[in-house]
C-alpha cells in the first residue's frame, strides 16, 4: 500500500511569496494533519482536518491556512513568505481525528525561503 | 516549563547495551502518548504507543508514570541501525498533539 506521499519535495522561494504545499493520506485515512519542522526541534503542529474540517489548529499565524479534499488530500498554504519560515513540512495521516490516534507521516516538503 | 520535555543527548552508547530515555509533560490532562523514531533528514515513524499498563515490542519497552508525568522508552541489546533521533509525543484534551525535541542517539561498535 502507498504512504503519504507529498508534494514537492525541495522548494525554493523569495520573501513574499505565496507557497502551495499537498499532500496525499494513506488510503482509507480521512484525517490529515501538518506540521512544521525546523532544524533541531520536534515538529510544530499547524492544523489537523478531518472529514474535509478543521479540528485543531496549532499557535501559527494567519498567513498559514490549510484545506482537505473530498478525496482526503490536502493542501497547506503560506502567504507573505518570511525567511523563518523556512523549515521541513511535514503531512500525517490517520484513521480518524481524536487524542488516541497513531499517525503516519510523509516524507516532508523542504522549504527554503530566501 | 516548556509541555514536552526531553534531554537532546546524544546517548552514546556501545552495541548490546540497554538505553534509557524519559520525556516529561507538564498537562496532567493528556490522555495519549506515543514514540517516534525519525533518521536524519527523514520523516518520523510511529515506534509505539504508550498504553497505561505499559507496552513492549521486541527490543522495546514503554512506560507510563501519570503519577509524575513521564513517559520512558527502554532499549535493550543496542544496535548499530538504533542510532536515530527519538521523539515523544504526548495529546491532552484538544486535538493538538506536542512533540518533544528528540533525544539523540548513537549507537557505536
Known amino acids: 500500500d502507498a504512504g503519504v506521499t507529498q508534494s514537492p519535495t525541495h522548494l525554493i522561494k523569495t520573501r513574499g511569496q505565496h507557497v502551495t504545499l499537498r499532500c496525499s493520506p494513506i488510503s482509507g485515512h480521512k484525517s490529515v494533519s501538518w506540521y512544521q519542522q525546523v532544524l533541531g526541534q520536534g515538529p510544530q503542529f499547524i492544523f489537523q482536518y478531518y472529514e474535509k474540517e478543521e479540528r485543531g489548529r496549532g499557535n501559527f499565524p494567519d498567513r498559514f491556512s490549510a484545506r482537505q479534499f473530498p478525496n482526503y488530500s490536502s493542501e497547506l498554504n503560506v502567504n507573505a513568505l518570511l525567511l523563518g519560515d523556512s523549515a521541513l513540512y511535514l503531512c500525517?495521516?490517520?484513521?480518524?481525528?481524536?487524542?488516541?490516534?497513531?499517525?503516519?507521516f510523509g516524507p516532508g516538503t523542504r522549504l527554503t525561503v530566501t | 516549563r516548556k509541555e514536552v520535555e526531553q534531554d537532546p543527548g546524544p546517548f552514546n552508547v556501545p552495541e548490546g547495551a540497554t538505553v534509557a530515555f524519559n520525556c516529561t509533560y507538564s498537562?496532567?490532562?493528556?490522555?495519549?502518548f506515543f514514540w517516534y523514531r525519525q533518521d536524519c533528514r527523514k520523516e518520523p515513524k510511529l515506534l509505539m504507543s504508550?498504553?497505561?499498563s505499559g507496552n513492549e515490542d521486541g527490543r522495546f519497552t514503554a512506560q507510563l508514570n501519570r503519577a509524575s508525568q513521564y513517559i520512558s522508552l527502554l532499549i535493550r541489546d543496542s544496535k548499530l541501525s538504533d542510532s536515530a533521533t527519538y521523539l515523544c509525543v504526548v495529546s491532552g484534551g484538544s486535538y493538538i498533539p506536542t512533540f518533544g525535541r528528540g533525544t539523540s542517539l548513537i549507537v557505536h561498535p
Open positions: 500525517a495521516s490517520s484513521r480518524t481525528s481524536g487524542n488516541n490516534y497513531e499517525q503516519y
Open positions: 498537562n496532567s490532562a493528556s490522555q495519549s
Open positions: 504508550v498504553y497505561s
